[in-house]
């Protein structure tokens, strides 16, 4: 049964970088769509990167368009995010999920494997 674990949160200052990273187990990842979320306290989970099977197909909410990368090695069963120009309103709890979609979705309704998320704060 696949497992998903996050890594790689933290306190960073408005203009930063930081990588998160997505580890799995009990299953190989290369077969999954994989997402990534946030979370921000009182509101609804929102998608942030998504990226299918081998890679090739990317989608990016507007909001982070252009500072975010994701990207995957099947090789290490690991997905990650690079988060780039950090600002405030990324603050939230991230988290990775997957799904047996081809083309993965960048709603969280689709997704059947979550991990237990990972603090990001941007503050000064």
Known sequence: QL???ESGGGLVLPGGSLRLSCKASGDTLGTYGVGWFRQAPGQEREGVACISRSGQ???YAASVKGRFTISRDNAKDTVYLQMNI???GDTAIYFCAATRL???PISPI???TWGQGTQ???SS
Request: no cysteine.
């Open 102 to 104: 081809p083309i993965p």
């Open 86 to 88: 950090l600002e405030p």
């Open 57 to 59: 197909i990317t989608e």
């Open 110 to 112: 689709r997704y059947g």
């Open 120 to 122: 990001v704060t941007v």
């Open 3 to 5: 497992q998903l674990v």
